[in-house]
C-alpha cells in the first residue's frame, strides 16, 4: 500500500484549525466530543461550498481538556461492575464521558494534548492504515529525531491498540478513527507532561473495582511516559502544540476556524445533544 506523504498532504490542502481554547463552551462536559463528530460534517459542507479551483478542506482540532475527566469507551460499559468503577472516578474528581469511538478508558487532564485530523475522502482517499500512519508521521516530524516514533500495542497500557505512539518502548499516546460517509477523522491522544504514573494507577484501579475480566488491560502504571520526562525537561502543552502547528505552517500556511459559523453551529447542537445524552445514562 502506498504511503501517504504527510507534507503532500498538506500542501494539496488548505488547514483550518479549530482550537478548542478559543470555544465559549470549551470547558463543557462532551464539548470537545461533540465537535469532533460535528467536524466531520461540516468538512464536507465546506468542500461542497468551495470555489472551484480551491483546494479542498481539512480540519485540524486541537482539544486539550481543562477538567479532569476520564473518557471511557463504550467497551468499558460491559464491566461487571461498571457502575462502582464510574462513582470511584467521580469520587476522585473527575467528570466521566462516554465516547462513541476509540477503543477504552483514556486519562485527560491539563498534560495531556488531543488533536484530531479531520479528511474528506473524496479529495484524499485514506485507508485505515493510511489515516493512522499519517498521523504517526505528524508525530515523529514535531519532535527531535533523536526520538523514534514506533506504532505498536502496548499490551499492559491503559487503552492499548495497534496504533500506540510508542517512544523508547514506552506508549506517549494513542490514535482512534472515526468515519462517517466520506469523512475521515484521526484523533490522536499524547501525554505531554503531568505525572503518568498516577493516571496509570487511576486506570489500573478503576479496573479492578470494576471487576475487569481478560477482555480488559492489566495497566501497568510503568508502561507509558510523557514527552517531557523522554526529553528530560518541561514542556507543556502549548510548547507541543505550537510544534505540530510549525510541522503544518512549514509546507501551506494554516487558517483558523470560526466557532461562531452558523453552518458549522447548526449541524453541532443535535450532536452536542446526543454526546451529552450518551455520557448522561452513565451519571450516578
Not at 471511557?72 to 462513582?87: C, I, M, P, R, Y
Not at 465516547?99 to 479531520?118: K, P, Q, Y
Amino acid at each position: 500500500m502506498p504511503q501517504i506523504d504527510y507534507q503532500d498532504f498538506i500542501n494539496q490542502h488548505q488547514i483550518l484549525v479549530f482550537d478548542e481554547k478559543n470555544n465559549p463552551d470549551k470547558d463543557q462536559r462532551d464539548v470537545a466530543l461533540a465537535y469532533q463528530d460535528t467536524f466531520l460534517r461540516y468538512l464536507q459542507v465546506i468542500n461542497d461550498q468551495r470555489k472551484e479551483g480551491q483546494k479542498p478542506y481539512s480540519i485540524l482540532h486541537f482539544y486539550p481538556l481543562n477538567v479532569v475527566t476520564v473518557y471511557l469507551g463504550a467497551k468499558d460499559k460491559t464491566l461487571a461492575q461498571f457502575s462502582k468503577g464510574v462513582e470511584f472516578l467521580k469520587e476522585k474528581g473527575y467528570v466521566v464521558s462516554l465516547r462513541s469511538h476509540g477503543g477504552l478508558g483514556v486519562v485527560e487532564d491539563t498534560g495531556i494534548l488531543n488533536f484530531a485530523l479531520a479528511t474528506d475522502n473524496r479529495s484524499v482517499k485514506l485507508a485505515i492504515e493510511e489515516a493512522y500512519q499519517l498521523i504517526i508521521d505528524l508525530v515523529q516530524a514535531s519532535l527531535d529525531n533523536s526520538l523514534k516514533v514506533e506504532a505498536y500495542e502496548i499490551v499492559d497500557s491503559y487503552c492499548p491498540g495497534s496504533y500506540d505512539i510508542v517512544i523508547q518502548n514506552k506508549k506517549v499516546g494513542g490514535i482512534a478513527q472515526r468515519r462517517f460517509k466520506d469523512g475521515v477523522t484521526t484523533a490522536a491522544y499524547i501525554g505531554v507532561q503531568g505525572d503518568q504514573i498516577q493516571r496509570g494507577e487511576l486506570m489500573r484501579d478503576f479496573y479492578k473495582i470494576s471487576h475487569a475480566d481478560d477482555r480488559f488491560p492489566q495497566v501497568n502504571p510503568q508502561s507509558m511516559t510523557t514527552l517531557s520526562d523522554l526529553i528530560g525537561q518541561e514542556m507543556t502543552v502549548a510548547d507541543y502544540q505550537n510544534r505540530l502547528l510549525q510541522v503544518f505552517n512549514a509546507y501551506n500556511k494554516v487558517q483558523f476556524g470560526n466557532y461562531g459559523d452558523e453552518q458549522l453551529h447548526k449541524l453541532y447542537l443535535p450532536l452536542f445533544d446526543k454526546a451529552f445524552q450518551r455520557s448522561q445514562q452513565i451519571q450516578a
